[in-house]
């Protein structure tokens, strides 16, 4: 009984990144931009912060009888949810077939994609 040749789990990325829409490349840059942009603003701010008067805690709520959190819970959170948005974005894009960022773009700025030709 022949057996299939087994393939390693890169080369099965790449099988599946031959077969995937055209629509995903760029926005994979703009995700990795995008997320590599918001966590070095972020975690700059925080170092900042660390060196000279210390980052900031808030009580939740501002209310003292809760518990504090800290703005470093920032520094992870942040790079996540730009990552998992921007992953959604790319998931929309693919399964609508779209090959331009101009939507999405104009969506990040704020402004209607549908006005976007």
Request: glycine letters at 8%; hydrophobic letters at 50%.
């Given at each position: 009984m022949a057996q299939a040749p087994a393939i390693t789990i890169g080369q099965a990325r790449m099988k599946r990144l031959e077969h995937a829409p055209m629509a995903s490349q760029p926005i994979d840059r703009l995700r990795a931009g995008l997320t590599l942009f918001a966590t070095l603003?972020?975690?700059s701010l925080l170092l900042w912060q660390h060196f000279h008067q210390g980052v900031p805690a808030h009580h939740l709520l501002d209310n003292p009888d809760l518990p504090v959190?800290?703005?470093w819970y920032g520094g992870l959170l942040l790079p996540v949810l730009a990552w998992?948005?921007?992953s959604?974005?790319?998931r929309r894009m693919i399964k609508a077939n779209s090959p331009s960022l101009k939507p999405v773009v104009a969506g990040l700025a704020g402004g209607r994609p549908s006005v976007w030709p």
């Amino acid at each position: 009984m022949a057996q299939a040749p087994a393939i390693t789990i890169g080369q099965a990325r790449m099988k599946r990144l031959e077969h995937a829409p055209m629509a995903s490349q760029p926005i994979d840059r703009l995700r990795a931009g995008l997320t590599l942009f918001a966590t070095l603003a972020l975690w700059s701010l925080l170092l900042w912060q660390h060196f000279h008067q210390g980052v900031p805690a808030h009580h939740l709520l501002d209310n003292p009888d809760l518990p504090v959190v800290s703005n470093w819970y920032g520094g992870l959170l942040l790079p996540v949810l730009a990552w998992g948005l921007l992953s959604l974005t790319r998931r929309r894009m693919i399964k609508a077939n779209s090959p331009s960022l101009k939507p999405v773009v104009a969506g990040l700025a704020g402004g209607r994609p549908s006005v976007w030709p």
